[in-house]
């Protein structure tokens, strides 16, 4: 059981090991991999939303002096099964058809056929001398559109998971589920709020576009460079899509420039293997920022639905939430978690929650950090708001009034460890920003978040070298200072400073198997196999103590980074450093190394509470944002400038989602905005400093209390933002994004009412 | 990217006679100033061959003559130079407010008013400004030089009066005498780095008494090209430019829009905010008269 509890380098703010080579330009990313003969690949992409491809001609390209290869679908071997193993979920054979696309070109953008060339401008001058013959077919581009029997179908063949017998749909899955008597609730409630909200399409928005370089040697064995949240994914999901087995590739990461989500799966890797192996040469493919958006993984545009209804004093009587996630052309939109985490942060009995997988012509949804939360919590925490309103309630009262604790049965299943969100609401409370008026004319708005956390496998190996410095070997990307986490929890361990230990990851041929970065799961579970490599060296070292002492090992102590006797021990000796036995670890037995690999349970779910104040200019709809607050339970925080940087960044992606960002469609399923300057991230300027208040109350299931902190930052800002403007306009707007151009019309209409 | 020539003209007449030959031999060239628009139009959405003018070393497109009337800055000076002259910040505080918007630091150590001008997009956020100001493109050609008032250099979305054997030499302003003053406002959905929904710049100057006497008003991004808005001037003149005066030149500016709707904006939206751009600059630039 992990208590609160002094530490000597946990909880302490060291320089990240790999932020030199960050700031410096050393550091190599997806598109930094150059090989002798190196040719370049390119894709071709259909102009078409929908279409049946009739037929693909690469003839005139191959013409092309320095053109080497030109592969469509008919080069992919077909019926690939399985699943992925990835953190978005899905099967090989969707995976397969996205990558590139087979008999019909399911969004714009779909991958048709990809050529490599000597150059990439010769490449990309190729593409337009490949024949594809269309059958254009309309498009459906819109969830309710979807959801209307009769509606255009996205796949013929697709039938609604458990209901097959009903026939084609675009409904791919529908989750359900149930406990008390909502209908009994709202009868007994005094004030009931209803709604309904929509969230646009959302992309990750990192700056790196995605990037690989694929050799493939005589023997058929495939090396794959690339930036990716998870090289062994990629091997499994490159291995499915080529029908290879995953002995055959070997996948090496570089560094990432950011993922969030969107590179847990894979678009390039396949193409430009099967690419090499047509050429013999080495293939490297980059994709354009035009590329990102229009065919690499967004998450899923929504339309919720909530009801909820409560007493006079606050508490809640029943709650339904209808959710409908656009998955884009296969199924797999995050609306399970959306239904997992629409009620979380409450005690409720009476509850209804039904979701939607959706098919629509528009990219397959991806992993977007803390997935299908913010959509459905979005509903619900603007729903709350309401409802506090309605009632006369302070928002975090009404919230602490309903709020769950350890012992609570989630609304999702399990009954809660220990968990923080009372905390969150309580620090909200008596926090400085809060208890400070808002300014005149200003808004107030404040919403909480939550995230499940995942374990899932991880494995580390720890080697001392002669020196006594250690070498940290793992296999997780680092997508937010996951490296200096590691150092940070084997220096506590081994009782050693942060700044002799060096954590790598390594390839998946250089340490043992690893999930992907995802599902903010990297410092909880690699964290956990790290101790544990880093207690089996401690292990070995009071083993080599002992023979050193000629006592038994069970009469050592590793105490402060050395071997000391135990207490009672009777026997005259020096304490024995690390780096002592590193020392001499060639005459006492041999190398020193340390290992585990695991399975992690218990990850601990997180929990935060969000609150900002707004200005909304009533004759432009501009929202300014001019002060948020972030406070967050992240277990422990084992480098607190890292979790407060995720606290930070979690909260400039929501604050963007909410005030600016959207896929803008034509009519024909065109994205009109595919690129960073009418897809509108935040830029820095934008941006209050946001405010962090780190809560820690510890998870039993790690050794030093680790919470995953990576996603829940991401999901109150919707609401935060929505509840905000509200209160600043005095009316409700329900949609996202809070553009100015909806916010002055959403004005208008209001003063026309 | 294959087959671009690049050509790097010291005088005027041998720009010209660069820009004349190739016109003659069917050969497209471009001009390049701080490139901030052309590079990235070759690397997106025009690869086409074609030979690049250089502007920048040529000794009358840098030429910068604060002191004198007209005013010159030449097409090729950059608008970090601009927006680190006092001087000009005090004569023309709307013009330099509009070339400080463009961009980055960094982007405005490249990127040229005269560029902004030449690349004739409709939402060019110095446009509207230039025109407020009264700016005269100085034109360089085959024939000789010619005057065009900046307002009819504009001819389309992305077109304007130079022929291929052209160049913009610079920009001519009428010196600001007395209490006269500008102002620019643009509309973006972020805080920078973006490109107008609407902008709108008023000059105008007050006599004694706080009375307009003479006006100026231009919109952007909210029609084929940059207009001038003479009914939004005339709302202006012969007022002491309070409220209503302002509110009926935002009509005037609304009145002369003609947007479009698109991915930055709809049509009632740009002219909603249209208007209330020229209220806000007219009101700045008054303020900014009457502190002179």
Not at chain 1, 698 to 725: C, D, F
Not at chain 2, 139 to 151: F, K, Q
């Amino acid at each position: 059981m992990a208590e609160a509890r002094d530490y000597r380098a946990i909880g302490t703010r060291p320089v990240r090991p790999d932020g030199v080579d960050k700031v410096t330009g050393r550091a190599n990313f997806g598109a930094d991999m150059n090989l002798p003969n190196m040719i370049h690949g390119k894709v071709l992409r259909s102009p078409h939303a929908h279409a049946r491809i009739k037929r693909v001609d690469g003839s005139r390209a191959l013409e092309m002096p320095g053109v080497y290869a030109v592969i469509s679908g008919a080069d992919f071997p077909s019926g690939a099964e399985g699943e992925i193993s990835g953190e978005g979920g899905g099967t090989v054979s969707d995976l397969a058809m996205n990558i590139m696309a087979r008999d019909k070109a399911l969004y714009h953008g779909h991958a048709v056929a990809a050529v490599a060339a000597k150059t990439a401008f010769l490449a990309e001058t190729a593409l337009e001398l490949i024949d594809v013959e269309y059958e254009v077919l309309p498009p459906v581009l819109d969830v309710d559109v979807a959801m209307e029997p009769g509606a255009t179908l996205v796949n013929e063949n697709q039938r609604t998971r458990g209901n097959e017998s009903a026939g084609p749909s675009n409904i791919a899955a529908v989750t359900k589920f149930e406990r008390g008597d909502p209908e009994a609730g709202f009868a007994a409630a005094d004030v009931v709020v209803e709604r309904d909200y929509r969230v646009p399409t959302a992309h990750q928005g990192y700056i790196e576009p995605h990037a690989c370089t694929a050799s493939l040697d005589e023997q058929g064995r495939a090396t794959v460079w690339c930036c990716t949240q998870g090289h062994f994914d990629v091997r499994s999901m490159t291995a499915g899509v080529l029908g290879k087995s995953v002995g055959e590739i070997k996948v090496i990461p570089s560094e990432i420039g950011g993922g969030f989500g969107g590179k847990t799966v894979i678009y390039l890797e396949p193409l430009a293997v099967k690419l090499s192996e047509l050429t013999g040469r080495p293939v490297k493919m980059v994709m354009s920022r035009e590329e990102v958006f229009r065919a690499t993984g967004p998450t899923s545009a929504s339309h919720c639905k909530i009801k909820v209804g409560a007493k006079r004093d606050g508490t809640i009587t029943a709650a339904t939430a209808w959710l409908a996630y656009e998955a884009g052309a296969y199924p797999g939109a995050p609306v399970g978690p959306g239904c997992m985490s629409v009620f979380a942060p409450y005690d409720l009995e009476n509850f209804r929650i039904e979701g939607f997988d959706v098919l629509v012509n528009k990219p397959k949804a991806a992993a977007y950090r803390a997935p299908g939360a913010p959509q459905s919590m979005h509903a619900m925490e603007s729903a709350m708001d309401e409802l506090a309103r309605g009632i006369g309630m302070d928002p975090i009262d009404l919230r602490l009034e309903n709020c769950a604790d350890e012992g609570t049965q989630a609304p999702y299943g399990p009954v809660y460890p220990p968990i923080g969100i009372r905390k969150c609401l309580e620090a909200a409370k008596v926090h400085t920003n809060y208890t400070t008026p808002k300014a005149e004319g200003t808004g107030r708005g404040i919403a909480a978040g939550f995230w499940f956390n995942i374990g899932m496998q991880s494995s580390a190996e720890v080697r001392l070298s002669e020196d006594g410095t250690v070498t940290v070997m793992e296999g997780s990307p680092d997508i937010g200072g996951s490296r200096a986490s590691m150092c940070l929890m084997a220096a506590e361990t081994l009782g050693v400073p942060y700044d002799v230990v060096r954590a790598h990851v390594g390839d998946t041929e250089s340490t043992g198997f690893c999930n992907v970065t995802g599902g903010s799961r990297t410092t909880f579970a690699t964290g956990l196999a790290v101790v544990q490599a880093c207690e089996d060296i401690i292990a070995e070292c009071k083993q080599r103590a002992a023979a050193t002492w000629d006592v038994d090992a069970d009469q050592v102590d590793w105490t402060e980074g050395e071997a000391i006797p135990k207490p009672g021990v009777n026997i005259d000796v020096q304490p024995l450093s690390l780096a002592d036995i590193a020392g001499s670890m060639g005459r006492t037995g041999g190398p020193i190394l340390g290992r585990a690999s695991l399975n992690a349970q218990g990850a601990g779910a997180g929990f935060s509470v969000n609150f900002a104040d707004v200005n909304v200019d009533q004759e432009t709809g501009k929202v300014d944002i001019l002060s948020f607050t972030a406070i967050q339970d992240a277990g422990t925080a084992i480098h607190p400038s890292y979790v407060e940087g995720q606290m930070q960044g979690g909260a400039v992606q929501g604050l963007g989602w909410a005030l600016n960002e959207e896929y803008i469609y034509d009519d024909n399923g065109v994205m009109e905005n595919a690129g960073f300057l009418d897809y509108r991230v935040p830029v820095a300027s934008d941006m209050p400093m946001i405010d962090t208040q780190i809560i820690e109350v510890p998870n039993p299931s790690h050794p030093y209390g680790v919470r995953g902190v990576g996603e829940t930052p991401i999901v109150a800002p919707l609401a935060v933002t929505s509840n905000a403007v509200s209160d600043a306009l005095g009316f409700r707007i329900s949609d996202l994004p809070l553009s100015p151009p909806r916010v002055l019309a959403a004005i208008d209409a209001h003063e026309e009412d | 990217m294959e087959a671009y020539a690049y050509a790097r003209p010291t005088t005027l007449d041998e720009a010209v006679s660069l820009l004349a030959a190739h016109a003659n031999e069917g050969r497209r060239t471009q001009l390049l100033a701080g490139g901030t628009d052309v590079l990235v139009q070759m690397r997106s959405v025009d690869r086409e061959p074609r030979t690049l003018v250089d502007v920048k070393h040529i000794a009358d497109t840098n030429r910068l003559d604060i002191d004198s009337d007209p005013v010159f800055i030449g097409s090729a000076i950059p608008s970090a130079i601009l927006n680190e002259n006092e001087e000009l910040k005090s004569l023309f505080p709307g013009l330099i407010e509009a070339a400080d918007l463009i961009g980055s630091t960094q982007i405005q150590g490249r990127a040229t008013i005269g560029g902004n001008l030449c690349n004739s997009s409709p939402a060019g956020d110095t446009i509207p400004a230039i025109i407020a100001a009264g700016g005269v493109c100085v034109i360089a050609g085959s024939g000789g030089t010619r005057r065009v008032a900046c307002e009819d250099f504009l001819t389309g979305v992305g077109t304007n009066v130079l022929e291929a054997d052209e160049l913009l030499v610079g920009l001519e302003f009428p010196r600001p005498k007395g209490r006269t003053a500008d102002g620019y406002l643009r509309f973006i959905p972020r805080t920078e780095m973006d490109i107008a929904v609407a902008g709108a710049g008023v000059a105008l100057s007050l006599d004694d008494g706080g009375t307009c006497t003479a006006a100026r008003v231009a919109i952007g991004a909210v029609a084929p090209t940059a207009l001038l808005v003479p009914a939004a001037a005339d709302a202006l003149i012969g007022t002491k430019v309070d409220d209503e005066a302002l509110a009926a030149a935002g009509a005037a500016c609304t009145a002369a829009a003609s947007p479009i709707s698109d991915k930055r904006g709809t049509i009632e939206y740009r002219n909603k905010v249209v208007a209330v751009l020229c209220r806000r600059a007219g009101a700045n630039a008054r303020d900014r008269a009457l502190a002179r």
